[in-house]
């Protein structure tokens, strides 16, 4: 018979589901990869595996939408760390232009195992960089995400514009659209999987509208067509890209993707900071999703996005941490907290509540990889991704209201994270045996990969 666990006596059970339930003494049963029975009364449940929760509180994993997990080995580079986008991406590509198999690999393993720590147990990594001679960058990506087990969901970026063509890039880690268009189908035919609770799916993802050609823009429509994937990029980060856009295109952001055929419902875009009313409503007239990267806007001080008036736009919002060269960390539980405070530098103290803003984490980045069914919550059906915080903590400590407190005060790691059925974190520590191996060489690489 299929392995249960049950997790039972939770000081609060945050299903996440449609009506936002919370369940005082909760239980939630675990058979294989997927749940099979959430409610307040376990009795008479057997199972192989009982999970106390005494003290703790139990949420679906968080969905962390927006990523580049080589980025890891690029934290803090003197000359970066204060730069804004433009002079920060000319400066940290030379640097960047240095990674190959390896270095991709390991900072995976690294930034995956980070985000399970701090609550995510689904990641997207958008993979847009592919030096000449740095071997197969997304082969080696996935591989790094397997060593971690959490949820993946790699998107084939491409560039083709360099330096040469008015572009940033230098011409190094620029492919031709034709290299780019044969990869993106080998990637899907190898990894991609349709199938119910799949581990890992491939999304479709150019680098930026200006760092490939429109002709580019439209053939990945037409082949995610073709494959049944998703297609994301970044847009409307900056008012220098909003400028940029402008000079070169005539048209401002969100024009040039409407130009583009892509304001559609299986695209996500990241960031979505510099953004007019009318912007808005295009924007969710066309159900696209939002991965929101509140740190990386405030580092690379970008502006802050308008979340609180998109919320009720129909533009699918998820959270994310961003590349760790412009957040400097990949804490999940941590940018949701500073979703909801920066939203009130701007709006007030009633723009976002720490529960909307778990939400956003949890079924909004569900929705945003259009995995409703599948993740985000804690139901029936769905998969066997749950996250535990421990009241214990010290900085929970004293808290009257469990689920705000783990936004309000500074929760920073889960007690234990399962993904898909499997344990991957318990007691706050890593599982992975080689995860301390993993770290060294990373520090190794990221040392070599920065040297002037
Ligand atoms: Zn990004």
Redesign the pocket.
Known sequence: MTRRTLFRDFDVVVTMDAAGREIPGGFVLVEGNRILRVGDDPAGIRADEIVSGRGKVLLPGFVNT???LYQSLFRCVRGAADAELFDWLVFLYQRWSRIDEEAVQVSSAVASSELLLSGATTTTD?CYLFPRGGGAILDADIEGARMSGIRFHPCRGSMSLSEKDGGLPPDSVVQTEEEILRDCRRVIETYHDPAPLAMERIALAPCSPFSVTPELMRESIALADEYGVLLHT?LAETNDEETYCLERFGRRPVDLMDDLGWLRDDVWF??LVVLTEEDIARLGRARVGMAH?PT?NMTLGSGIAPVAKILDSGVRIGLAV??SA?NDSSNMIREVRQAMLLQRVRYGAKALTARQALRMATMGGASVLRRESEIGSLEPGKAADLIAFDLADIALAGAADPVAALVHCAADRVDFAMVNGEWRVKDGRLLAADAPTWIARHNELAKKLTAT
């Open positions: 927006h990523h580049h958008h970044h990241a960031h990267c990386s961003d590349g412009s």
